[in-house]
């Protein structure tokens, strides 16, 4: 019983979707030539594009492929090492690569980001330059305005004044 379930366990484990293209990947490509150059005697000029592969090696195609792209290597090496141990090497060697890779993407993003914040600062330094200028200017056109209306009161006023002098000096001459 113990034995039924540790099967089960094992096909559940490496259960994967089957439906993958693993050719789409090259490193997985040069995986499975390998793969089949070592087990079918054919050199990698004869066997150029393998059009299907057995349903086992599609099996571990996939769950390798499945364990790169989580970085799982744990569970690579746990996978292969009695019978694969060729492919231990190759596999640390493509995650170090992702790895450095990851690493020189993060850097880039940091670099991005930095400019990216430093524009965000010139230009919010501008925005607040031009907001202050903006109300410098409605300040200025409320100022002119009031002067404006000052300005007219004042002649408004100093016409009612005149007016008024004329029609004192009016009543003064018809006296």
Same mark, same amino acid.
């Given at each position: 019983m113990q034995q039924q $379930?540790? $099967?089960? &366990?094992?096909? $559940?484990?490496?259960?994967?979707?089957l439906s993958y293209d693993a050719t789409e990947h090259p490193l997985l490509h040069e995986l499975s030539q390998k793969?089949?150059?070592?087990?079918?005697?054919?050199?990698?000029?004869?066997?150029? &594009?393998?059009?299907?592969?057995?349903?086992?090696? *599609?099996? *571990?195609i996939d769950f390798v492929y499945k364990a790169l792209e989580y970085q799982n290597l744990s569970l690579l090496k746990e996978f292969y090492k009695d019978q694969y141990p060729e492919y231990l090497d190759m596999l640390q060697n493509v995650k170090d690569t992702l790895q450095k890779r990851l690493e020189a993407l993060r850097e880039e993003s940091l670099k991005i980001n930095r400019e990216r914040k430093i524009k965000n600062t010139t230009l919010g330094q501008s925005l607040d330059r031009l907001g202050m200028e903006l109300r410098t200017l409605r300040l200025e056109e409320e100022s002119m305005r009031f002067e404006t209306g000052l300005m007219r009161r004042t002649i408004e006023r100093l016409r009612e004044i005149a007016e008024e002098g004329d029609e004192a000096a009016m009543e003064d001459s018809e006296r």
């Open positions: $379930e540790d $099967e089960n &366990m094992h096909d $559940e484990d490496y259960s994967v979707d793969h089949l150059h070592k087990h079918s005697g054919a050199t990698q000029q004869q066997q150029q &594009m393998p059009d299907v592969f057995s349903p086992l090696e *599609r099996k *571990r």
